[in-house]
């Protein structure tokens, strides 16, 4: 069972009144073959750099060389998926996470997480933030009036509600459902690469853990599958975003390419994701958890890993709650 964990995403303002919220466990999985990545990622791990950090709250505006987007991101390799060759993020490489806001990333960041509605940061590796298992509380209008169908329904017909983030649920439990919300969803995913994005991140793999099991991990994968088929097809690589319990071959099978992991020093379960992918994580920390968490992090596998400290909301630089710190 994972631990429901605050996951971040683009935040809009929005309510649902009389929605129910269920709380459940999904037990199923699929079976698939050992994942190639263990084997040969088709890259070498390269040399360390030297990086400047932006120093703790400060801007990355202030560092004397973050307002030059044009900056060459490291040399990233490529793997050849079922849809052809996707470029991998640069391994280990500093990793920014805006999906709270675009601002002007720091000289020293090789990949940065936008929302999917913000342009992608000029010369470096970018990954397309997408709600792919959930609506969005802005977009509750358009699945109620035209995809009322695809959402996620008690028997007696109650929406099943994220109350955390008021957001529906997407119902991925029939392969004609999933079908039809991959049509959807696969459409953001081609705007993405239409924009210049290099890969996705589609959030809230973990949703079978909140649906009073009307979803399993078996039906969200087999979702995860079908989106990555989708990026693969438009030379996107894909991301396993948290969900700890995935194992090595349902990743392979779903065809994750690397994962985006928040808070697993805080859960103890950082070595989920670096038994998979290996240096091909991107952990992401938060203030609010306090800074011992980060610093764990950081002695314990930021050698090894992108870590990076973040307040709660990722904030565009400039608001006075952002935070941003790297190791």
């Keep these: 069972m994972s631990i429901k964990r605050m996951n971040r995403r683009r935040i809009a303002v929005a309510s649902a009144a009389g929605l129910v919220v269920l709380l459940g466990v999904g037990s199923f999985s699929v079976a698939s073959a050992a994942n190639p990545w263990k084997r040969d990622r ?3 791990r390269p040399g360390p750099t030297a990086t400047t950090s932006p120093t703790a709250g400060a801007t990355p505006e202030d560092d004397e060389a973050a307002d030059d987007e044009t900056a060459t991101s490291a040399p990233s390799a490529t793997t050849t998926s079922a849809g052809g060759d996707v470029t991998l993020p640069p391994a280990d490489g500093q ?5 709270g806001g675009a601002y002007t990333p720091a000289s020293s960041v090789k990949i940065v997480d936008r929302d999917r509605e913000a342009e992608p940061a000029a010369g470096k590796y970018n990954v397309c933030y997408v709600n792919a298992f959930q609506t969005q509380p802005g977009e509750a209008d358009f699945w109620t009036g035209s995809h009322d169908d695809l959402l996620l329904k008690t028997k007696s017909g109650d929406y099943v509600e994220d109350s955390e983030w008021g957001e529906f649920l997407l119902d991925t439990s029939t392969a ?4 039809a919300l991959a049509s959807i969803v696969g459409g953001w995913i081609d705007g993405c690469a239409t924009a210049g994005f290099d890969a996705i991140e589609p959030d809230n793999l973990d949703t079978y853990d909140r649906s009073g099991k009307l979803l399993t991990k078996a039906n969200n994968l087999a979702f995860a599958k079908l989106l990555a088929d989708r990026a693969h097809s438009k030379g996107l690589a894909i991301a396993q975003k948290n969900t700890s319990e995935i194992t090595e071959a349902e990743a392979t099978t779903a065809g994750f390419d690397f994962a985006v992991a928040e808070e697993c020093q805080v859960y103890s379960e950082c070595d989920s994701y670096t038994d998979i992918y290996d240096d091909l994580v991107y952990e992401v920390e938060y203030t609010d958890n306090g800074k011992s968490a980060y610093t764990k992090a950081c002695a314990a596998q930021g050698k090894d890993i992108s870590v990076i400290l ?7 630089s400039g608001d006075k709650a952002y ?5």
Excluded: L, M, W
């Design 323 to 327: 935070h941003y710190e790297n190791c």
């Design 42 to 44: 088709g890259h070498s």
């Design 95 to 99: 990793f920014d996470y805006q999906i």
């Design 310 to 316: 973040r307040d709660r909301d990722v904030v565009p």
């Design 176 to 179: 004609a459902k999933r079908t």
